[in-house]
T-cell receptor, first 114, second 111 residues
Framework: AQSVTQPDIHITVSEGASLELRCNYS??????LFWYVQSPGQGLQLLLK??????LVQGIKGFEAEFKRSQSSFNLRKPSVHWSDAAEYFC????????????FGAGTILRVKS | DTAVSQTPKYLVTQMGNDKSIKCEQN?????MYWYKQDSKKFLKIMFS???????INETVPNRFSPKSPDKAHLNLHINSLELGDSAVYFC??????????FGQGTRLTVV
C-alpha cells in the first residue's frame, strides 16, 4: 500500500538549534514530494516541493529538504529554529504513481523551547 | 484575497442532521479536493474533481456527496451525520495535480 512514514511523532528543539524532520515514502520512481506546515487551528501551508532536478530544494521560512532516492527519503531541515516554527509538519507524496492525490504522513509535532 | 476559502469555519450540529460545507478557489485551478483530518491529525483524501468531473472517491460512505457546480467550487454535503464524522475537513485545489493549496479547514463537531 502507498504510505508515507514520519517516524517522529514529537520533536523538541531549543531555539537556535538545528532541526531535521524525517520522511520516507513507500514506492515510486518519480514521486512528487512536499512538506506542509500546520499551525494550531490553521490550514496547511506549503513549505517546499520537489518534482525533479536538483535534489536539494529551498523553501519558505528558511527550510530546505533533500530528496535521496536511494533511501526513499525527503527530510526537512532548518539550520536555526525560531520559536515561531513550533507547529505540526506533514510530509506528503503525490504524482501519477500515487493516483494524482496527496498521501500524507502522520505528522511531526515540533516544540521549540527557549 | 483568500486563494481557497471554505465556509463555515466551525460547524456544530446534532446527530442525524444534514449539513453542507462550501469551498471556492480563485486560483484558476482545474482540480479540487476534499481531505479529512481526524482527531489524530491524520489527513486522508476523500474526493477529487477535475473540471467538474469526479475522479477520486476513496471509499467514503455515500452519506457524503460532493458537488461541483463549476471549476471554482466544490461543495460537500453530508447526510445523517454521525458522531464519527467529527473532524476537520479541508478543501484544496491544484493545477494539473501538482502541489495542492489548502483552505483553512472546517471543524465539524457532531453532538
Amino acid at each position: 500500500a502507498q504510505s508515507v512514514t514520519q517516524p517522529d511523532i514529537h520533536i523538541t528543539v531549543s531555539e537556535g538549534a538545528s532541526l531535521e524532520l524525517r520522511c520516507n515514502y513507500s514506492y515510486g520512481a518519480t514521486p512528487y514530494l512536499f512538506w506542509y506546515v500546520q499551525s494550531p487551528g490553521q490550514g496547511l501551508q506549503l513549505l517546499l516541493k520537489y518534482f525533479s532536478g536538483d535534489t536539494l530544494v529551498q523553501g519558505i521560512k528558511g527550510f530546505e529538504a533533500e530528496f535521496k532516492r536511494s533511501q526513499s527519503s525527503f527530510n526537512l531541515r532548518k539550520p536555526s529554529v525560531h520559536w515561531s516554527d513550533a507547529a505540526e509538519y506533514f510530509c506528503a507524496v503525490g504524482g501519477m504513481e500515487y493516483g494524482n492525490k496527496l498521501v500524507f504522513g502522520a505528522g511531526t509535532i515540533l516544540r521549540v523551547k527557549s | 484575497d483568500t486563494a481557497v476559502s471554505q465556509t463555515p469555519k466551525y460547524l456544530v450540529t446534532q446527530m442525524g442532521n444534514d449539513k453542507s460545507i462550501k469551498c471556492e478557489q480563485n486560483l484558476g485551478h482545474d482540480t479540487m479536493y476534499w481531505y479529512k483530518q481526524d482527531s489524530k491529525k491524520f489527513l486522508k483524501i476523500m474526493f477529487s474533481y477535475n473540471n467538474k468531473e469526479l475522479i477520486i472517491n476513496e471509499t467514503v460512505p455515500n452519506r457524503f456527496s460532493p458537488k461541483s457546480p463549476d471549476k471554482a467550487h466544490l461543495n460537500l454535503h453530508i447526510n445523517s451525520l454521525e458522531l464519527g464524522d467529527s473532524a476537520v475537513y479541508f478543501c484544496a485545489s491544484s493545477h494539473n495535480t501538482a502541489e495542492a493549496f489548502f483552505g483553512q479547514g472546517t471543524r465539524l463537531t457532531v453532538v
